[in-house]
């Protein structure tokens, strides 16, 4: 039977456009002596280490040969992994089933991304998909939610002031996050005067190009319970990578997200999310993002989150504190990405976020990761057992 | 500090480049068919034997209900515009690498037999394109079509 596990350490970088101060291997050096520190560890702890980034965005290939030496991990059990912009969600997961395995004691995850050293490098990704197919069109995370965002107005109702207000809702709660990227003192006026990149996409609505990384550490209950006062439980998890190739031939702005909540859902017996669960890090690359994801881990019906904006509902103090951190929109190191979706969780059910913590109990949290053209990770965090 | 110190404080970069070109070769396999169809300016798309669903590009199992597709259907030359999207700034071309200008919207299309395609659009005004107009597909000379998307020229209304 495998065992329960939790997250006894975190780290992450405060995410910068540019990092010419440190190499790549440096930038993740850093989150993991944060990690370790946070956990009360040593490298000699750790018993095995996952990694992992976007590489086609990176522009190099299995990137672990040189940055576990300049970790300091050499000799310890190794395993790397790449999934679009899933990564750092495949990566956690993987730390949390090698953890449950009763094989390790101690995992370490780390995920980066250097943006910043490759310019150029994301259009040899062909979007994610289809290797003869996809690849002929100029797919970008741009083009991507350009038609999702179509689709989605065309749909819902939803106006460009709309998705105006989803921006201006995640700069707000990034300026309450020593982390963020991106904090720009946003007004609806200011993202509607922005250059349309590709209607209705407008500069503003896209996340920014990013260097940075993030860690977590992993131990089995009785480990965990040891080491740390503030364990964060790991109650279950679901990686859905059938992509766009399934869902958006249905519907050109659904993603596998729901599919993925409801399966989780199903398996915890969560029947009313809103009230089971109290903090949501959800991968959102643009704001339009946000309103579909919203309405995908179950929030809302569909297609009608806009007038949960219109309506003032959504922000850290709201009756919807969704993406308190201010999410990727804000963001976006891809491949450390997702773990910092994990870490923000952590933070909040630790009550540990500071100023952009959610008031009240916060007892279970909810993070994803989004890649490619619709897959999705979904993690499920308690505070107890 | 000395010029010296500041020399040895300021960070170091190494550039690569590569200039040879890579050609990958890869295998269509089961979706050769399709692209042997598109040289002949027709669009086929498998079909799902339990729900009837059709995919494009071709796939030898449904990716839902894992069965073999065995019934391939021609698509017909119209559809049904689902989306649309105009790209204002000059963005790569996968294909290339290269950073273009591109002045034909990319729609997606919901063609006659069902499955649905992306494609670009004649009408370089996007505001002039509407969800549920017809589009037919115009089609680039046989002499100069590969097997890929950019064999359909672009899609133009109908009136």
Redesign the interface.
């Known amino acids: 039977m495998a065992e329960r596990v939790a997250i006894v350490g975190v780290g992450q970088t405060v995410t910068k456009s540019k990092r010419p101060d440190v190499s790549t291997a440096e930038t993740c050096a850093e989150v993991v002596e944060a990690a370790l520190a946070d956990a009360g560890m040593t490298m000699k702890d750790i018993d095995a280490v996952v990694t992992g980034s976007m590489e086609i965005a990176d522009g190099y290939h299995n990137p672990d040969k040189w940055i576990i030496p300049e970790l300091g991990a050499v000799g310890k059990s190794g395993f790397e992994l790449q999934n679009v912009g899933t990564t750092g969600g495949v990566v956690a997961c993987a730390g949390f089933a090698l953890a449950a395995s009763g094989v390790f004691e101690t995992v370490l995850c780390v995920s980066w991304q250097r943006m910043d050293e490759s310019v150029g490098a994301f259009g040899r990704g062909g979007g994610g998909l289809n290797e003869y197919w996809t690849r002929q069109y100029p797919m970008s995370p741009i083009t991507n939610f350009a038609r999702r965002t179509f689709a989605y107005m065309t749909n819902s109702g939803c106006k460009e002031e709309h998705l105006a207000m989803v921006r201006v809702k995640q700069d707000q709660c990034a300026m309450k996050n020593p982390h963020a990227q991106l904090k720009l003192g946003l007004t609806v006026e200011k993202v509607l005067e922005s250059p349309v990149l590709a209607w209705p996409m407008r500069y503003l609505h896209m996340c920014p190009s990013s260097a940075g990384a993030a860690a977590i550490i992993v131990c089995p209950e009785k480990k965990a319970r040891k080491v740390s006062k503030k364990p964060v439980w790991v109650e279950d998890y679901f990686t859905a990578h059938q992509g766009g190739g399934v869902t958006m031939a249905e519907d050109p702005s659904a993603s596998t997200l729901k599919h993925a909540c409801r399966t989780i859902y199903k398996r915890r017996g969560i029947t009313n999310p809103k009230k089971e669960i109290q903090a949501w890090e959800v991968y959102e690359p643009s704001s339009s993002a946000e309103l579909r994801w919203i309405e995908e881990v179950g929030l809302c019906e569909d297609y009608t989150a806009w007038k949960l904006f219109e309506q003032g509902k959504v922000g850290i103090d709201k009756e919807y504190p969704f993406n308190p951190s201010g999410g990727v929109t804000a963001t976006n190191p891809i491949g450390a990405t997702p773990i910092i979706r994990v870490i923000e969780v952590a933070l909040q059910l630790r009550g540990d976020a500071g100023e952009h913590q959610i008031p009240g109990k916060i007892d279970r949290g909810l993070a994803t990761a989004y890649g490619g053209q619709g897959e999705n990770v979904v993690m499920l965090l308690r505070r107890s057992l | 500090m000395s010029a010296a110190e500041k020399q040895e404080k300021k960070?170091e970069?190494i550039t690569f480049r590569y200039p040879r070109t890579v050609v990958y070769k890869?295998n269509?396999g089961y979706?050769s068919k399709f692209?042997h169809a598109l040289k002949m300016g027709r669009i086929l798309a498998t079909k799902c034997p339990v729900d009837g669903?059709m995919?494009?590009?071709p796939r030898v199992v449904c990716?839902?209900h894992h069965v073999k597709q065995t019934e391939w259907v021609d698509q017909g030359q119209r559809g049904k515009l689902?989306?649309?999207?105009?790209?204002?700034?000059p963005?790569?071309?996968?294909?290339t690498?290269a950073l273009k200008n591109?002045e034909n919207p990319?729609v997606?299309v919901e063609l006659e037999g069902g499955?649905?395609i992306?494609g670009w659009c004649s009408e370089t005004d996007?505001s002039k394109l509407k969800?549920g107009m017809i589009l037919e597909a115009v089609w680039r000379p046989p002499e100069e079509r590969e097997g890929?998307?950019?064999d359909i020229l672009h899609w133009k209304p109908v009136e």
Do not use: C
Request: glycine share 2%; hydrophobic share 50%.
């Open positions: 960070e970069f890869h269509l979706q692209a669903r995919t494009i590009p990716p839902m689902i989306a649309v999207f105009k790209i204002n700034f963005m790569f071309d996968s294909r690498g591109w990319i997606a499955a649905r992306d996007p969800p890929k998307a950019y």
